[in-house]
């Protein structure tokens, strides 16, 4: 073991919702990784026997990383780390194999949807026993070593083959190489009805999966494939790059366009899905029809009873608090209690533990259960095919019958990238130096009931968040959200949520940002945004 003088550079902020993004090039500067690998090790207690689960989403400098952290994880006193083949694990797999395995946690290497290459984005976390993110206790832990560091500890051995599985051993450490595939198709396997959703598939119902050439492509061919038993044809984009195909795999309307364009074109197919670069994201399509998150969100619960692993009911659902109100319409129905935590899937972790919630989502394409502790991309798409299998309706159908009877949330959400971090930071003070005047103005048929910055406590462990995002509300319940972007490695990006709750069946049918168009313009002229940064648009609306 070798223990390396850490200099600089040392973090320059807290791990954010989803762990540390930069870009490649700053991971690569000496000794970067390691204070931060050396910073989480510091901040855990890493018992004797202890397993690291260990991989990433394929992007580039994860194989470098992952030899890197093996070393470390010998030299901190750790016995035996878990790699998926060729360092592969999408983001639900690892929280899975954590939990499977019962490792003490995992380190997981992912800047999810940004691109991947030399110039582009790198990304690590560290997820607990639970399989789910680091709490912010143990985030802001990290951070503060990170700030102290003097020294990091390695082992000196040659690399490891992570592209062939089995064991090796090296200074005590045992690292395991496993089928990163495996355990979590058997899991999805043991939650859904199978042969369902196998014979919809042989009816001639059609679907297209998008894995946006990151991490989901072999997740997908052995579960569409190998036991599902669609066609080749079924998939686009499944061979893992290190560049992501050179693309940006956010499964949404502007970057997943290739999806897009087949599900809105001629012969288009029944179900089209796309998931992300870590596979915890998804995007669901209808023939000509986009189903939002948060929808999809709320449709999942209110039909969990036809999948066999909700069969007896929901304890529970919890939302981020910018996802639209619409799954909590479903809860007020089925009489279940409805948590609003802050963005980021950690907050859902200790309810999730406690029992007290089953299904959770967000806003932002992220959908999930408590079959592990992250959201999880290719579940949402099974959820969908066994609901689809079971209702024997067409996507469109059954989200327009679902809006027939619970409402519907009109929602869309406009980001605005890369703006620099002042002017950014200037637009929310803008708004908040208003919190005292707002309320009772009326902006054309809106009048604002009350604004606030919203905070959250944990009902589990008192744990308080603040400053999570600026909520306008509206007395009709219709929403304006502002909040900034914790995931960005470039300036700032500001965000804007809208939601208007629209219960006439006649106007169901509007294109949302049609139906938001006022609610647009009352959103500019309290935050002077396009007059303060000098954007006269969004740069993604989805
Ligand atoms: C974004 C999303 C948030 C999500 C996070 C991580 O965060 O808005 O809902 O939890 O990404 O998702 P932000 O701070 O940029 O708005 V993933 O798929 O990148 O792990
Ligand atoms: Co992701």
Redesign the pocket.
Known sequence: MTKIIATTPFLDQKP???GLRKKVRVFQQPHYLENFVQSIFDSITIPSGATLTLGGDGRFYNRVAIQTIIKMAAANGFSCVLVGQGGILS?PAASHLIRKYQTLGGIIL????NPAGPSDDFGIKYNTANGGPAPEKITEAIFAKSKVISEYKTANFVDIDIGTLGETKRDGLTVKVIDPVVDYADLMTSMFDFDAIKSLLKSGFSMKFDAMHAVTGPYAKELFLSRLGAAENCLMNCEVSETFGGGHPDPNLTYAHELVEILYGKNAPDFGAAS???G??NMILGKNFFVTPSDSLAIIAANAKLISAYSNGLAGVAR?M?TSGAVDRVAKKLHIPCFETP???KFFGNLMDADKVTLCG???F?TGSNHVRE?DGLWAVLCWLNIIAAKNMSVEAIVKTHWAEYGRNIYSRHDYEAISAVLANGVIAHIKVQFATLPNKIFGKYTIKTCDDFSYTDPIDGSVSTAQGIRILFDDGSRIVF?L????TEGA?L?IYLEAFEPDVSKHHLDAQVALREMIQVALEISQLKQRTGREKPTVIT
């Open positions: 954010g919702t989803s983001t992912s800047a999810s949807h992300d670069g870590d915890d994201r981020s910018p963005t980021g899937w967000e806003e932002s992220g959201k909040r972007s914790g995931t960005g990006t965000r």
